[in-house]
């Protein structure tokens, strides 16, 4: 579960003066219309222009919400992190449909240790667990299109379907016992998105909110290191609802508020389900920064409240350029 809010959180975000900024608009060079900020760009892009970027996610493990929904460091000693990074494309096939790619590449490590004493028998055992995995990850291909364009009194309606191809490896790894190894880079099986969005702007300001929600259709891989047989198995749904305020501190700088609330339905591991479902409320404050057609976004991950997920706080920042 922890690992699903961690990719699963990296795909969030997107009235008076809609008469006057339309008629600027039409007066705009492309090289301006490419300089357009989060706050002012509509929810595609323009027909013909290229969008390409990295963004790299870094993360820790050290705290859980457990079952009772109380913050606490997981048992033993552990230090972990995880980088996520991930190359992006977008075009846009007219200005109101855009696909996209994106391909992934991750990078995690967990050292772990144990210590087990039995005073009255003299014993004293320190267990350690240390595993690492780099590699890419798993493809996914988006469609974006805008069903309703923003109108003066409306704001424009966007549809998102997302499919995410089991491309990276799915299995353990370079195993040297239940200890030791090299965790798979990928899910190991397919899934399919779909995101609703409405978004109005009112200069300074944009407002936008969503609905979301994620299948999964199953596979086969190892499920422990020690395993010498596939086994199959199936992830359980994600719903996700949320929403930003973004507005301009100046021409070239706006900050970001999002947060949303994500629910995953129990995963199911040789055909027997977990025995709870997981959920998060997570809030995402950052910061934009425009120059030109070149932006970066950063942006905290800040776990609020949740149930059997992560607690910890996680760092985004993505770096792009529009051609």
């Keep these: 579960m922890i690992m699903k809010v961690s990719i699963a959180i990296t795909i969030l975000f997107l009235i008076s003066g809609a008469p006057l900024l339309a008629q600027v608009q039409e007066q705009l060079t492309p090289t301006e219309l490419k300089q357009k900020t989060i706050v002012t760009e509509p929810q595609t892009l323009y027909k013909g222009f290229f969008r390409a970027g990295i963004a790299f996610n870094y993360s820790t493990t050290d705290k859980i919400f457990t079952i009772d929904g109380k913050r606490e460091s997981l048992a033993s000693n552990v230090w972990a992190n995880s980088w996520f990074i991930q190359n992006f494309l977008m075009y846009g096939i007219s200005d109101r449909l855009q696909v996209e790619v994106n391909i992934p590449y991750r990078f995690q490590q967990i050292y772990q240790s144990f210590r087990v ?7 004293v055992e320190t267990q350690r667990w240390k595993t690492k995995s780099t590699g890419l990850s798993d493809l996914s291909i988006a469609v974006v299109y805008q069903l309703i364009p923003e109108r003066e009194a409306s704001p424009s309606q966007t549809l998102y379907v997302t499919a995410n191809l089991p491309t990276g490896e799915k299995n353990f790894t370079d195993v040297k016992n239940e200890r030791e190894f090299s965790p798979p880079v990928g899910a190991g099986e397919a899934s399919l998105t779909a ?11 944009a407002y936008s909110g969503f609905v979301s929600y994620q299948h999964f259709f199953g596979g086969t891989k190892l499920l422990d290191p020690l395993d010498t047989d596939e086994r199959p198995f199936q992830s359980g749904a994600n719903y996700s609802v949320g929403g930003y305020v973004n507005f301009h501190l100046n021409e ?4 970001r508020n999002s947060a949303d609330y994500f629910f995953s339905v129990r995963d199911e591991y040789d055909g027997v389900k977990e025995e709870h479902d997981s959920w998060v409320i997570q809030y995402y404050p950052g910061l934009s920064f425009q120059v030109k057609q070149f932006r970066i976004d950063q942006a ?9 997920s992560s607690a910890d706080p996680s760092y985004f920042i993505i770096i792009q350029y529009t051609f």
């Design 117 to 123: 004493e039995a005073p009255d028998f003299g014993v």
């Design 195 to 205: 995101t609703y969005r409405l978004r109005k702007v009112s200069y300074p300001f």
């Design 252 to 255: 070239w700088i706006a900050i």
């Design 300 to 308: 905290v991950n800040v776990p609020i409240a949740g149930k059997l």
